[in-house]
């Protein structure tokens, strides 16, 4: 067994860098040195990628208020899917500026007083309004540590970071409710597993009411939305502060919530 | 052979008189005491002897000033400062994670350490980076239950007894620890505090005394304690040719010096399956429970940079320790050292 776990991880040698440990000794992740390809990289073996994949699946049905864990299960599952959204976006060309532009979402980056100036209506002004009232801030999405290649290190750190804008295009609040229908809705648009994983598991904690009105009404909304909008990794958010929501809305082809789901779940 | 030098059971207030002792506050189960004394502080010490050379020597001083962080290379100020952050962070899950990664079995090494260690009534044990008691509370059980036997057996033995003395025997307050007691000592806050809520949980008032300090620089006075231990805690001190002379420097002529510390195994199978095991499944452990990747790989690294057995014996017996052993457990994962100091220097 040792042999056939060395056979699977000698390939990834080349992930080692600096100060190395004794020789003699099998490969392991080394996370400090040269090997890192962007900075909060960590690099994970197959068995290690593996090993993350089930404990924070796990961890995250068992604790739902991990949210770090339902991050490394995207980021350990994520590859293929990845790859396959990179090439979405690199023939789209917004996508394709996104991606060679590289804009991150946080506190640093955003302008708020220009947001707050803007008028009522607008994209960035609900957005604002969706941060106030859900009490959350763009700067609690935790950095991607395992994907093991630059760029799409970056299309998941994309995708995390413009979960807030969903939230605000598909008018469903922090709840767990509305974190379902989200998820729906980008499992339907992105593929991700991990999105896959949490619409089908999310649900086991919610009540019977609940669940019926999910499974009767947003559910087939949120589906049917997610297929007729385009990639929605490809609007560059940043740009399109100005433009009303109705309009932003209209362009993705969102419709309005079947039902309010602030006061439920 | 050699016995332990008793102590006369004092109270356990510690006075801070030691000339190289600093600020630290020191927690008893009676209140606290903020102690302050000494005019060296902490940080000036240097770790090579400097002499009055300056410039000279600095450029041979900048290789001798570095060391290891598991496998990263780091200066040793940086080091003492890395290592608070790693216990600081994984305090809260320490025994969770030591249950999980070490499957309970490093219950039975603590245990066994106690073991042979024997303990009697009215020994002073300081335990040097104990943060969250394990070893603390184990030593307190032990008493206590070898204190309630002698009284059984002297119960027994004097059957004769008066009244009056069975009166009295009921109205003392009977120390249930025969005069022993425990420090622990620890660098880390956070260690501390969750220790002293896992005696309040468990009830361990009695014996114990919660001390911030540096295992590098102990605040207390020579020859003071009967058995010092430090229980995975050795590999994550700076300079531990430091922390041993302390240790040699605050035990009793006669008293006894005990390491419980990873090692390395000499079983080369279990060699291959404990290397893939620490460092494929454990930072993944730590990622899953405590949400730290960084920390949990910074302890299994730290585990291969400490050294052998027998280097570290030999450390041990420079720092002036006789009759040097160390008793390998699970084939050599974990090691208890084991060293007397006697009259003799």
Same mark, same amino acid.
């Given at each position: 067994m040792a042999t056939l776990l060395r056979g699977v991880l000698r390939p990834l040698c080349a992930f080692r860098g600096g100060p190395g440990p004794? !020789?003699?000794?099998?490969?392991?992740?080394?996370?400090?040195?040269?090997?890192?390809?962007?900075?909060?990289?960590?690099?994970?073996?197959?068995?290690?990628?593996?090993?993350?994949?089930?404990?924070? !699946?796990?961890m995250a049905l068992y604790d739902p208020y991990r949210h770090d864990m339902v991050a490394v299960l995207g980021e350990t599952t994520g590859r293929r899917t990845l790859k396959v959204l990179r090439d979405?976006?690199?023939?789209?060309?917004?996508?394709?500026? =996104?991606?060679?532009? @590289?804009? @991150?979402?946080?506190?640093?980056?955003?302008?708020?007083?220009?947001?707050?100036?803007?008028?009522?209506?607008?994209?960035?002004?609900?957005?604002?309004?969706?941060?106030?009232?859900? @009490?959350?801030?763009?700067?609690?999405? !935790?950095?991607?540590?395992?994907?093991?290649? %630059? %760029?799409?290190?970056?299309? =998941?750190?994309?995708?995390r970071e413009i979960h807030d804008m969903l939230h605000t295009?598909?008018?469903?609040?922090?709840?767990?409710?509305? %974190? =379902?229908?989200?998820?729906?809705?980008? !499992?339907?648009?992105?593929?991700?597993?991990?999105?896959?994983?949490?619409?089908?598991?999310?649900?086991?904690?919610?009540?019977?009411?609940?669940?019926?009105?999910? =499974?009767s009404e947003l559910i087939p909304w949120a589906v049917e939305n997610g297929r007729r909008a385009p990639c929605v990794l490809n609007v560059y958010y940043e740009r399109r502060w100005e433009q009303p929501l109705q309009a932003l809305r209209q362009e993705l082809g969102i419709t309005e919530p079947p039902l309010r789901v602030e006061g439920l779940a | 052979m050699l016995r332990y030098v008793l102590s006369d059971s004092g109270h356990p207030t510690v006075k801070m008189a030691a000339p190289r002792s600093w600020a630290l506050w020191s927690f008893c189960g009676c209140g606290w005491s903020r102690a302050v004394s000494g005019c060296r502080l902490p940080g000036l010490r240097s770790s090579s002897p400097r002499g009055p050379l300056g410039a000279r020597l600095l450029?041979?001083?900048?290789?001798?000033?570095?060391?290891?962080?598991?496998?990263?290379?780091? &200066?040793?100020?940086?080091?003492?400062?890395?290592?608070?952050?790693?216990?600081?962070?994984?305090?809260?899950?320490?025994?969770?994670?030591?249950?999980?990664? &070490?499957?309970?079995?490093?219950?039975?090494?603590?245990?066994?350490?106690?073991?042979?260690?024997?303990?009697?009534?009215?020994?002073?044990?300081?335990?040097?980076?104990?943060?969250?008691?394990?070893?603390?509370?184990?030593?307190?059980?032990?008493?206590?239950?070898?204190?309630?036997?002698?009284?059984?057996?002297?119960?027994?033995?004097?059957?004769?007894?008066?009244?009056? *003395? +069975?009166?009295?025997?009921?109205?003392?307050? *009977?120390?249930?620890? /025969? /005069?022993?007691?425990?420090?622990?000592?620890?660098?880390?806050? *956070?260690?501390?505090?969750?220790?002293?809520?896992?005696?309040?949980?468990?009830?361990?008032?009695? /014996?114990?005394?919660?001390?911030?300090?540096?295992?590098e620089e102990l605040p207390f006075d020579d020859n003071k304690f009967d058995v010092y231990t430090i229980a995975f805690g050795i590999r994550n001190v700076t300079h531990i040719d430091q922390a041993l002379q302390e240790a040699h420097r605050v035990l009793k002529p006669g008293g006894r010096f005990l390491c419980l510390e990873f090692s390395q195994v000499n079983n080369p199978l279990l060699s291959r399956l404990y290397d893939v095991y620490s460092f494929q499944v454990i930072?993944?452990?730590?990622?899953? +429970?405590?949400?730290?990747?960084?920390?949990?790989?910074?302890?299994?690294e730290s585990i291969r940079q400490f050294p052998s057995q027998e280097?570290?014996? *030999?450390?041990?017996?420079?720092?002036?320790?006789?009759?040097?052993?160390?008793?390998?457990?699970t084939s050599g994962i974990v090691a208890i050292h084991s060293g007397f100091k006697l009259y003799l220097r």
């Open positions: 004794p !020789a003699g000794v099998p490969f392991r992740a080394v996370s400090h040195g040269t090997g890192l390809l962007y900075p909060e990289h960590i690099p994970t073996s197959v068995l290690q990628k593996v090993l993350l994949a089930a404990g924070s !699946a796990g979405q976006m690199k023939r789209d060309p917004e996508g394709a500026q =996104i991606l060679q532009e @590289r804009p @991150r979402i946080s506190l640093s980056t955003l302008d708020m007083g220009k947001l707050r100036s803007l008028p009522e209506g607008s994209f960035g002004c609900a957005y604002l309004h969706f941060l106030d009232v859900n @009490r959350v801030s763009p700067d609690t999405r !935790a950095p991607t540590r395992f994907v093991d290649d %630059e %760029e799409l290190a970056y299309v =998941i750190q994309r995708y295009l598909l008018g469903m609040p922090t709840n767990i409710l509305g %974190e =379902i229908v989200v998820k729906w809705f980008e !499992a339907v648009q992105t593929g991700l597993p991990m999105c896959v994983l949490s619409a089908l598991f999310g649900p086991i904690r919610l009540s019977a009411q609940s669940l019926q009105l999910l =499974i | 450029s041979q001083e900048k290789e001798a000033t570095e060391t290891h962080f598991g496998f990263e290379t780091v &200066s040793e100020e940086e080091k003492g400062g890395k290592v608070y952050q790693v216990f600081e962070s994984v305090a809260k899950k320490y025994d969770v994670m030591n249950d999980m990664m &070490s499957l309970g079995i490093h219950r039975v090494w603590k245990d066994l350490l106690l073991w042979k260690m024997r303990p009697f009534p009215g020994t002073q044990l300081l335990d040097v980076a104990g943060g969250t008691g394990d070893i603390a509370f184990r030593f307190l059980n032990y008493v206590q239950a070898q204190h309630q036997r002698k009284q059984k057996r002297q119960l027994r033995a004097q059957q004769n007894l008066s009244w009056e *003395e +069975i009166a009295r025997k009921y109205q003392n307050e *009977e120390d249930s620890l /025969g /005069g022993s007691h425990v420090m622990v000592c620890d660098i880390n806050k *956070e260690m501390l505090k969750i220790g002293k809520q896992k005696a309040r949980a468990q009830g361990y008032k009695a /014996g114990l005394a919660w001390i911030l300090g540096d295992a930072p993944v452990l730590g990622e899953v +429970i405590a949400g730290d990747w960084k920390s949990y790989q910074y302890l299994v280097e570290f014996k *030999e450390m041990i017996e420079d720092a002036g320790f006789q009759k040097v052993t160390y008793e390998n457990l």
